[in-house]
């Protein structure tokens, strides 16, 4: 079974440019979670959803970040205008479920903002 | 406020010792507490899990040892290998409130051959 896709893998940029990640989940998983992990730091929850709908965004910045997953499948995480304090690895996860249930991780993509 | 505290930053054992990992919380709902291995360029990997109402889980060579008065827990790696060397994250949630998984800042463990 494979487990949960993300590309790409690394993002290198200017501040002020965006850049998109996306994540295919394990397939049949019904949520799906976006965190941020800073180097030398444990992850945190930027957003999750069940199907296509948004749960819980209300540690994303919303005026830079966007997330959607409109058929339920699929997601794409996208930052408008970059800025240096971005700069970190973006784990997707997914779980059937949610709740307590175990998160199956991405490898990550790999964010630096010069 | 960290909710969830590593108080290790970096463990360094020998190859054969066992290797604890210390972790304690704030909040006194958090009823699930799992631990997540993850190897550089990799994401986190589900290792070992405990509830609340359990006070030692055990897996193999890996034991959480859960004090739930105290509000911390550890996790002890037997007969460590190099194979280990990894990064540990406690993490914690709440059944009754936003089921959200908290995790805390990680221990890095080297086990020397």
């Known amino acids: 079974e494979a487990g949960v896709t993300q590309s790409p893998r690394y993002a290198v940029l200017q501040e002020g440019q965006a850049v998109s990640f996306w994540c295919d989940p394990i397939?049949?998983?019904?949520?799906l979670y976006w965190y941020q992990q800073p180097r030398d730091q444990g992850p945190q929850l930027l957003v999750y959803?069940?199907?296509?709908?948004?749960?819980?965004n209300s540690q994303l910045p919303s005026d830079r970040f966007s997330a959607v997953r409109p058929k339920g499948t699929n997601s794409t995480l996208k930052i408008q205008s970059a800025k240096q304090g971005d700069t970190a690895t973006y784990l997707c996860?997914?779980?059937f479920g949610g709740g307590q249930n175990t998160l199956y991780f991405g490898a990550g993509t790999r964010l630096s903002v010069l | 406020q960290q909710q969830v505290r590593q108080s290790s930053q970096s463990l360094t054992v020998w190859e054969g010792e066992t290797a604890i990992l210390n972790c304690s919380y704030e909040?006194?709902?958090?009823?699930?507490f799992p631990w997540y291995q993850q190897f550089p360029g990799e994401g986190p990997a589900l290792l070992i899990a405990?509830?609340?109402?359990?006070d030692k889980k055990e897996d193999g060579r890996f034991t959480i040892f859960f004090n739930k008065r105290e509000k911390n827990l550890s996790l002890h790696i037997k007969d460590s290998q190099p194979g280990d060397s990894a990064t540990y994250f406690c993490?914690?949630?709440?059944?009754?409130?936003?089921?959200?998984?908290?995790f805390g800042s990680g221990t890095q463990l080297t086990v020397m051959p």
């Open positions: 996860a997914s779980s």
């Open positions: 397939s049949g998983h019904d949520t």
């Open positions: 959803f069940r199907d296509e709908a948004v749960i819980d």
């Open positions: 909040n006194s709902a958090f009823d699930y």
């Open positions: 405990i509830r609340s109402v359990s």
């Open positions: 993490a914690a949630s709440d059944s009754s409130g936003s089921w959200q998984l908290i």
